[in-house]
């Protein structure tokens, strides 16, 4: 072999060692999405200059303060639903760049149904609502953007922070996303507002406006969670802090616990309830709605590493090193509803949709679980998986271990393809829709949806957000899932409190006389005489 021969092959070599497999690709083809049964909603560019390396966080999150309406051209006595001819959403943008707004798109529909009626086809329209749903992306030059699920509309996006200290993963709910850089702790507001300024005018405050950052006295680990009206997240040496949103708490809530957490505390979506582990292998709960306080503390069977799932009705889910599941219902006491043994250690936390879950264990092997008792659903587990980050219709869509995407069908396990071009760089966690949203290397995301779903279907009920509307720092009011109800020492029995100095509206009365002196004006002691009689 000559010297040029082998410097060629040595330049080859070079080039598949820095930029990995050549035919990895961005994104699945039209053709490749179809045989999956699989549809794109979009796809779009929203990494770093480093491509999917570059992205700190990206997180799915069903906003429940937003309603998209749509006006639906649908056919009369075509069975039941009916058939969607057509369909107009009311936010979609006009050329003057605003939405259309609903009366313009009841006009579009109308003329529709007139189009299909000289057509001898009979056809009606009908509204529909939905919950927004958002795409939310922090990269690591501290671009924060939140984008449309649906459509891959910017929605709003602003940088803050400085990169050389480095960013947390994020915490999200309706109105704030939250995150650490270095030792900072920044919110940003959400969603847009209406205010009054000095003169009394009505304002409409943007969405994507920073709020004045906060100073971390220890140093924080494993990103922020959002949980009712408090950004929480766990401390490097075992404590937990919690601020209120809205703006800056000049007196955060702080609690010791035992061990280092193993892992970002976990919680369900506008809950308050939230849960994370240590490495002693233990696993702590805590109720946020009120002033935060620790419900209880569980020990496990090894480290629930790979982290925890929050579920409704207050349960949470998780897998140990030890090899067992854990399901668990965060009450007072703390409740083990089950737990069952895999044999193999996990370090990944459990994948759930509706009552079924799936965890994959450090070997590779997928397994199905009712949520309920825990009952292994499959006969056998699903070899060579890595994670399930999406249920699409019945297929799962997941990577393998190699980090290469899978899909599989939900019931059997069984795989419908594997792709040895399109390298999963990113997950993408989605348990609230029907969509998969896949992150090339490159920062190219893209969202797929079932060829029959235009209109997202939702996999879980998610309760309207704790927190009380208004202004961007009322705290949230009420204890609307009633886990624990604080005693009010002067509450009586639901009736307004009583003032015991009240006088019925009147200036409150002077205990002591009106203010006279209680002793009558006169020395105790005799005006400066000796107490004990000696003059």
């Known amino acids: 072999m000559t010297i040029r021969t082998l410097t060629i092959l040595t330049a080859w070599a070079f080039v598949i060692a820095i930029s990995g497999p050549l035919a990895a690709k961005e994104f699945l083809s039209p053709s490749d999405a179809e045989r999956l049964g699989m549809t794109e909603a979009w796809h779009r560019q929203v990494g770093s200059l480093r491509g999917a390396e570059g992205i700190i966080d990206i997180q799915v999150w069903v906003n429940k303060s937003v309603q998209l309406e749509y ?35 009841e006009r579009l529909a109308k003329l529709s149904v007139l189009l299909l009626k000289r057509r001898g086809i009979d056809a009606e329209i009908r509204s529909t609502t939905i919950d927004q749903v958002r795409l939310h992306v922090l990269t690591e030059d501290g671009n924060v953007s939140a984008y449309d699920g649906e459509t891959g509309q910017v929605l709003w996006s602003i940088r803050v922070g400085q990169p050389r200290l480095g960013y947390s993963s994020m915490g999200i709910n309706d109105r704030f996303v939250t995150f650490t850089n270095g030792t900072r702790f920044h919110q940003i507001v959400a969603m847009e507002s209406e205010v009054l300024d000095e003169a009394g005018v009505e304002v409409t405050l ?33 404590g937990i802090e919690s601020h209120t949103l809205g703006g800056p708490d000049p007196d955060p809530a702080f609690e010791m616990f035992h061990g280092k957490p193993l892992s970002k505390p976990a919680t369900f979506p506008n809950s308050g309830l939230v849960m994370w582990p240590t490495d002693q292998q233990l696993v702590y709960a805590m109720d946020v709605r009120y002033d935060p306080v620790t419900l209880f ?22 897998g140990s090193t030890g090899g067992r599941i854990y399901g668990v219902r965060a009450t007072a006491t703390g409740e083990v509803l089950w737990n069952q043994s895999i044999g193999d250690p996990i370090y990944r936390a ?23 008792d825990g009952r292994l659903l499959w006969p056998r587990p699903t070899n060579d998986m890595d994670h399930v980050f999406a249920h699409v ?14 899909v599989l069908d939900a019931d059997s396990g069984a795989a419908l393809m594997r792709s040895r071009e399109f390298f999963v760089e990113r997950l993408v966690v989605n348990q609230d829709t029907d969509r998969a949203y896949l992150v090339g290397r490159g920062g190219m995301v893209q969202c797929l949806r079932p060829s029959d779903s235009e209109m997202p279907v939702f996999l879980r009920e998610i309760p309207a957000a704790e927190t009380a509307e208004g202004s961007e720092s009322e705290p949230a009011s009420g204890d609307p899932a009633g886990t624990r109800q604080p005693v009010d020492p002067f509450d009586a029995g639901g009736q307004p409190t009583v003032d ?26 005799g005006a400066g005489g000796d107490p004990f009689g000696n003059d």
């Open 71 to 105: 006006i639906e051209v649908v056919l009369k006595g075509g069975g039941e639903p009916p058939a969607v001819v057509e369909r107009f959403p009311t936010h979609r943008l006009g050329r003057n760049g605003r939405p259309i707004g609903k009366r313009e798109s």
């Open 206 to 238: 943007p969405a994507g406006r920073p709020l004045p950052s906060v100073n971390i006295d220890r140093l924080p680990v494993h990103g922020v969670v959002n949980a009712a009206d408090r950004a929480i997240f766990t401390l490097h040496r075992g």
């Open 297 to 318: 503390r569980l020990p496990i069977e090894g480290n629930a590493i790979g982290g925890i799932t929050g579920a409704s009705d207050k349960r949470f889910f998780f």
């Open 350 to 372: 459990p994948f759930l949709s509706g009552e079924r879950m799936w965890v994959s264990t450090t070997y590779g092997s997928l397994h199905c679980l009712s949520a309920t």
């Open 393 to 406: 219709g019945n297929r799962l869509v997941g990577r393998d271990r190699e980090h290469h995407l899978v």
């Open 500 to 525: 015991p100095f009240d006088a019925g509206g009147q200036p409150p009365a002077d205990p002591f006389g009106g203010g006279a002196d209680p002793f009558g004006g006169d020395d105790p002691f």
